[in-house]
């Protein structure tokens, strides 16, 4: 059975700071996709990864592929308020399947 | 270009009733998947299907749940005979058929079934 096991399960932090989160597994996945839900909502993507190594960057936010494409992380440069929010990684195995961590719950304090 | 659509959004069943949650993907995607997400716990992969076929049923508890895809019409997750424990959030995911974005799903909002 494949895991992800996303770090720090909570994290408050002051607007304006940087942070970093991080999601690993002992196996390796095709691809590995970010996603953000609010509540009473569904995921939103924010990225997907597909080759080791990879480094995307989508404004503030930084994501990482591990080389062996079984991690990532997630660094956002001076937080706001507006990135609140559960933070999910999955990644995709067998019939593009998605393995979900639990979730990084994120609060950012104006 | 509209996202994935569920409905309803909310559901309220009494134990013992069916419950029936529909999703239509995203325009040009033909694959859908459906997963569960349990307060406190993260998403959980239940079916993925494609027009007519189901691909993997790997999630799907053995009884009580059932998932289609018709060649016309929206995907139907149908959960007979509902208990408290079917309380969740369902959602539907759906993906391009081919590209190299085949891989990333766009999810739905979701339907909230809560049975009483």
């Known amino acids: 059975t494949q895991l992800l096991e996303q770090s720090p399960q909570f994290l408050s932090i002051q607007e304006g700071e940087n942070l970093t989160v991080y999601c690993n597994s002992s196996s390796v996945f095709s691809s590995l996709q970010w996603y953000r839900q609010e509540p009473g909502e569904g995921p939103v993507l924010l990225v997907t990864?597909?080759?080791?190594?990879e480094v995307k960057k989508l404004k503030r936010l930084t994501f990482q592929f591990g080389d062996a494409r079984k991690d990532s992380s997630l660094h956002i440069t001076a937080a706001q308020p507006g990135d609140t929010g559960l933070y999910l990684c999955?990644?995709?195995?067998?019939?593009?399947?998605?393995?979900f961590g639990k979730g990084i719950t994120l609060s950012v304090r104006p | 270009n509209a996202g994935v659509m569920q409905n309803p959004r909310h559901l309220v069943r009494r134990r013992g009733q069916e419950a029936r949650l529909r999703c239509s993907p995203m325009?040009?995607?033909?694959?859908v998947y459906w997963y569960r997400q349990l307060p406190e716990e993260g998403l959980k992969f239940m079916v993925y299907?494609?027009?007519?076929?189901?691909?993997?049923e790997s999630g799907m508890p053995k009884e009580r749940f059932s998932a289609e895809f018709p060649k016309e019409g929206p995907s139907i997750l149908r959960i007979q005979q509902v208990v408290r424990g079917d309380s969740a959030a369902y959602f539907c995911?759906?993906?391009?058929?081919?590209?190299?974005?085949?891989?990333?799903?766009?999810f739905g909002p979701g339907t909230r079934l809560l049975v009483l």
């Open positions: 299907l494609q027009k007519e076929n189901i691909i993997d």
């Open positions: 990864v597909v080759t080791g190594g």
């Open positions: 995911a759906s993906s391009p058929s081919t590209g190299s974005l085949q891989e990333t799903q766009y």
């Open positions: 325009k040009g995607h033909s694959h």
């Open positions: 999955a990644g995709t195995g067998a019939n593009s399947k998605l393995t």
